[in-house]
């Protein structure tokens, strides 16, 4: 069975629920480990943002850094939500399951500044895709582990 490491960059998709209904847009780069055409591992980091309209605008840009093992998936994500008014700080822990370019977690919004602001969910439910638009073989190896290119 041959193995491969790549990169992978694209724009990542999602649908974060519970209270509120926010979507989330933004760019990934990933760096992937398969083994036979399956994923073992990954580690991603994206850029975007998520927002919503509720009874006013709400915009929340973020970093979030992710680290997938088989089918499992952990991530960390700083999120200021703002609605160009007043901001709050939101760090957000997440684990959840996913299957290569798709993922469903729950996260949690703990306050860092301002746990006052209305219409943030504070458990989150996210639905995530990454649709690749650049994948980059940097090497694949045979069956004894051995470069193969």
Request: no cysteine.
């Amino acid at each position: 069975m041959s193995s491969a490491n790549r990169r992978e960059t694209g724009v990542v998709l999602g649908l974060n629920y519970s209270r509120y209904l926010f979507g989330e847009v933004g760019y990934f780069r990933s760096s992937v480990y398969e083994m036979g055409g399956f994923e073992m591992n990954s580690t991603t980091l994206s850029a975007g943002s998520e927002f919503s309209y509720v009874d006013r605008l709400l915009v929340a840009p973020k970093v979030q850094a992710r680290v997938q093992l088989f089918f499992l998936q952990a991530s960390l994500a700083p999120i200021l939500y703002t609605d160009f008014k007043q901001a709050s700080l939101k760090l957000r822990p997440e684990i959840g399951l996913g299957l290569y370019n798709g993922g469903l977690s729950y996260g949690y919004n703990a306050g860092i500044v301002n746990n006052s602001f209305h219409g943030i969910n504070k458990h989150v439910f996210t639905a995530r895709y990454f649709l690749t638009r650049k994948r980059k073989t940097l090497h694949e190896y045979d069956q004894k582990g051995r470069k193969m290119r």
